[in-house]
């Protein structure tokens, strides 16, 4: 059984990587009851908590249903972090993550997120004061290192250990790769495999398949996988991979009935969480990966881009479940 702390994550746990405008909770509802077994929340500025932006204190909402989840944070200033770390432990999640991989210019290049990865000594100070600050489980998340010149995992790996993470996700690409090329598990499995490592190594990168799932904890012995991308508007990924690991059988795909009721589910909680014009807006981006593989389905998907009402976008949902209803996905 891995365990995150004192906390029990299953045999070989598939967590939902933590994305930013995805993983919100009626996203993260999906993934749950598909299957995801540790859900993250995106990543949450510690400037905007100190400073009570509503953005930032909206995405530390979370459900009994959810748990058990990470409040993830990042940020540059050292006691911003502390002082954001305090306002997670009040939220009362089972984990506090930090983030250290964040690629995007306006993160890395103010020093927070993969920005960090160039300073080794201030990523292991931040840790140490976080660790010391809470009494929640610290686990981080982070990349190979800034570029191709400079992959440390190893020692970000030993220095996060010995100021008491209890656990590390580490994306297989470097800072400059952004999402780009293939990611590299190689570097996960050394980190995974050395005998100074004792908290639970999980690899993120690139798993898009139940078969690649079973072949990397295979080939790299890590403690489990972290899904991002591959579980955007296809939550079943989850089970999907549970299902295969466990019998070496494929599922079959989620019916045309199951991903329009998923939909469906995921609009009415985007809009209960978001309000109407921001959860019909938001959704836009999970449209094509619900549908994918129906063919013909643009004309359908240009109309739930469109729509501007929660009730507009139903009725089209509704439309295309009776236009697919006799048909085979292609």
């Known amino acids: 059984m891995v365990k995150i702390g004192n906390i029990e994550v299953g045999e070989f746990p598939l967590l939902l990587a933590p994305m930013e405008d995805v993983s919100d909770p009626p996203f993260r509802a999906a993934c749950k009851q598909n299957g995801a077994d540790v859900m993250y929340t995106e990543f949450i500025a510690a400037e905007g908590l100190i400073r009570d932006a509503h ?54 290049c103010k020093g927070a997120g993969a920005g960090i990865l160039q300073d080794l000594p201030k990523m292991q100070k931040m840790t140490e004061e976080i660790v010391k600050r809470v009494k929640l489980p610290v686990t981080v998340k982070t990349r190979l290192g800034w570029d191709d ?61 139940p078969e690649k799932a079973l072949e990397y904890k295979n080939r790299y012995g890590i403690d489990g996988i972290m899904i991002g991308r591959a579980a955007i508007g296809y939550p079943w990924i989850f089970n999907e991979i549970k299902h295969y690991m466990a019998t070496g059988k494929k599922l079959a795909p989620p019916t045309l009935e199951q991903r329009v009721a998923v939909c469906h589910q995921h609009l009415v909680h985007s809009v209960e969480w978001k309000g109407e014009k921001q959860g019909v807006f938001e959704m836009r981006r999970h449209y094509t990966n619900y549908f994918r593989g129906f063919h013909g389905f643009k004309p359908f998907r240009t109309r739930l881009v469109e729509a501007g009402s929660p009730q507009e976008v139903i009725d089209i949902l509704g439309e295309v479940g009776v236009h697919y209803a006799n048909k085979t996905l292609v």
């Not at 058990?68 to 009362?92: C, H, K, W, Y």
């Not at 656990?167 to 293939?182: C, D, V």
């Open 149 to 209: 010149s400079s992959i440390k995992i190893m020692e970000v790996a030993k220095r996060l250990q010995d100021v008491g993470i209890k656990a590390l996700s580490i994306h297989g690409r470097t800072r400059k790769q952004m999402y780009k090329g293939e990611a590299n598990w190689e570097p996960i499995a050394e980190v995974k495999n050395n005998p100074d490592i004792h908290i639970p190594i999980f690899g993120n990168g690139d798993i898009d398949t």
């Open 55 to 108: 953005k930032s204190v909206q995405k530390l909402d979370i459900y009994d249903y959810e748990r058990p989840i990470g409040i993830q944070i990042f940020g540059a200033n050292i006691e911003s972090m502390r002082l954001a770390a305090d306002i997670v432990e009040r939220t009362q999640p089972e984990i506090l993550d930090i983030n250290y991989g964040c690629p995007v210019k306006k993160v890395a």
